[in-house]
């Protein structure tokens, strides 16, 4: 008997050694990297007041919120890994959904912003003054956030009424969707009210890009003066990029889940690639693609160890 015990503890070390301690580590590891690029750009944009411009505080929105979905998912990821207690009770589940799809939902709006900001920028340059005045960019946030907080309240609350016949959820993630499987009824209901949001959040962001992008890259090619055409090129590219990362990586997990025909395993993984990707790629793109984000960076590393 003592035999099979020591046996038993030595495969238990064992297993945690070749596969617990390595993805623990990896999950760790990348959540305090993301927090870190993301936090540089928040610190940077707030602690330099040549950075206190509409473009640069609208962009502040986009890190803040990358932590915000990377905490979302990874303490519980790494929680489960350590513990190997795949479980999780209904109110947290809830509760990291609500967080999940408030950080999807302001990533569409943030980038949508931005774009708008851009054209005002390019296309109307003598009016960028009049209209990105303080008081209308507090006014774009606030209606940004109180909106997309308001809209993901509304989804959540229609699950609440329902009963769950389920315990057993596939996914890593607690995407409405998976949410939506363990439900006696009311599926219907919540599918509909979901897509329609759906709808509303990719098409907006698509039709305001596209209408946008259009316009500056007609701006881009009339224009003369070659210098300002490259800088103007360089800003959208680098949105273009980030914006359509994020569509890649919200819109097959989402629509996966209603297809039988997608894997589980494919599911899995791109349900976290969101909270992966877009919060890596956003701070190294605006960090080190943007000049003046990029110089201030630099500055303030330069004067650290100076000091």
């Known amino acids: 008997t003592h035999s099979a015990i020591a046996v038993h503890s030595r495969d238990h070390i064992h297993t945690k050694i070749t596969s617990i301690y390595p993805a623990f580590i990896f999950g760790l590891i990348t959540y305090l990297f993301i927090l870190l690029c993301n936090l540089t750009i928040i610190i940077t944009i707030c602690l330099n007041r040549n950075l206190h411009k509409p473009m640069y505080i609208l962009l502040l929105n986009l890190p803040i919120n990358d932590a915000m979905g990377a905490t979302s998912l990874f303490p519980q990821l790494m929680y489960s890994i350590w513990s190997q207690d795949r479980s999780i009770s209904y109110p947290a589940c809830l509760l990291q959904g609500f967080f999940v799809h408030l950080n999807g939902g302001a990533s569409y709006l943030i980038l949508t912003a931005m774009a708008y900001d851009r054209y005002i920028a390019i296309c109307c340059p003598l009016r960028y003054g009049a209209i990105m005045t303080t008081n209308n960019l507090v006014k774009i946030i606030t209606g940004m956030w109180l909106f997309n907080f308001t809209l993901i309240i509304a989804v959540f609350s229609l699950l609440i009424p329902y009963r769950i016949c389920q315990t057993h959820m596939t996914d890593l993630v607690c995407y409405k969707t998976a949410l939506m499987k363990l439900l006696c009824d009311g599926t219907e209901v919540n599918n509909i009210f979901g897509l329609s949001c759906i709808i509303f959040y990719h098409g907006l962001s698509l039709s305001v890009v596209a209408f ?96």
């Open 212 to 307: 946008t992008y259009i316009h500056i890259l007609i701006t881009c090619v009339t224009n003369k003066q070659s210098d300002a055409k490259i800088k103007a090129l360089q800003t959208c590219g680098t949105h273009l990029v980030v914006f359509l990362l994020l569509e890649f990586n919200t819109l097959f997990p989402l629509l996966s889940h209603r297809s039988e025909f997608v894997p589980a395993f494919l599911r899995r993984v791109f349900s976290i690639s969101n909270f992966i990707f877009p919060p890596l790629v956003n701070p190294l793109v605006y960090g080190f693609k943007t000049k003046e984000i990029r110089q201030k960076m630099f500055t303030c590393f330069k004067n650290k160890i100076s000091f």
